[in-house]
């Protein structure tokens, strides 16, 4: 199946009762948006005895990653259509995720407390995760993958597809990470541009603009519950 978050773009193949098929050359093959199908994330449906599945994810250049909150949502609406409950349980490489039907064609994913201990995360040292020494000041937050958020002035004036690489392999993070850059709007709202570790440039990421929400709060910018502004509603505007 092929299914969209927020413009945040899936293939999503069902394994239950089979074994799992997936290589990292596979993934990278699906990918190809030019040769293959295309995708930001790659994830796999499996079987589960504690959820209602369990769910695999890939990045497009095949490596691994523990969590996808857009694909976590699409599936959950897949699966909660599929028995007629209106909420389930699934199990990730980051946990048990509740899902619940939102109402008006909307699906909730709750994606568990933040890591916000240098080690957990990971990062290569000891350092204070609200204020990273890295130009820029960010903060660094685990949201299941690693996350570097940087807070400026102008989400739209930032050259994303250079700052995104070249903070993504920075060596404070030798998982790599995913970089987000935050324009604050108001105590209430932010805008969100992204760069996916694995992927690039995507249009919306759940697990980003949950570390983005959190980032934003724990540096007393907003409140605990924000609206998020990404790429992809910005590009429909």
């Not at 890939?58 to 909660?80: F, K, P, V």
């Not at 993958?145 to 807070?151: G, L």
Request: with cysteine.
């Amino acid at each position: 199946m092929k299914m969209h978050g927020l413009g945040n773009d899936f293939v999503v193949l069902d394994r239950r009762g089979l074994s799992n098929p997936v290589t990292p050359q596979l993934a990278r093959a699906l990918a190809d948006r030019h040769r293959g199908i295309g995708f930001d994330q790659l994830a796999v449906i499996g079987d589960s005895v504690t959820a209602a599945a369990r769910l695999t994810f890939y990045n497009a250049d095949g490596s691994l990653s523990a969590a996808c909150g857009n694909a976590t949502r699409c599936i959950a609406r897949h699966l909660m259509d599929e028995s007629g409950s209106a909420a389930l349980v699934l199990e990730t490489a980051h946990g048990q995720l509740d899902c619940a039907d939102a109402g008006d064609g909307l699906t909730s994913v709750n994606m568990g407390p933040p890591v916000l201990g240098w080690q957990a995360i990971p990062l290569a040292e000891e350092v204070d995760t609200l204020h990273l020494p890295i130009p820029g000041d960010p903060v660094a937050t685990g949201i299941g993958n690693p996350h570097c958020t940087f807070f400026v002035a102008d989400a739209a004036a930032v050259d994303l597809a250079n700052f995104g690489p070249a903070h993504e392999t920075h060596p404070l993070f030798p998982e790599r990470t995913n970089v987000e850059v935050v324009q604050v709007l108001s105590d209430a709202a932010i805008r969100l541009r992204i760069w996916e570790r694995g992927t690039g440039i995507t249009l919306a990421s759940g697990s980003c603009a949950c570390a983005a929400a959190v980032a934003a709060a724990r540096r007393g910018l907003t409140g605990r519950r924000v609206v998020i502004t990404p790429a992809f509603l910005e590009a429909l505007a």
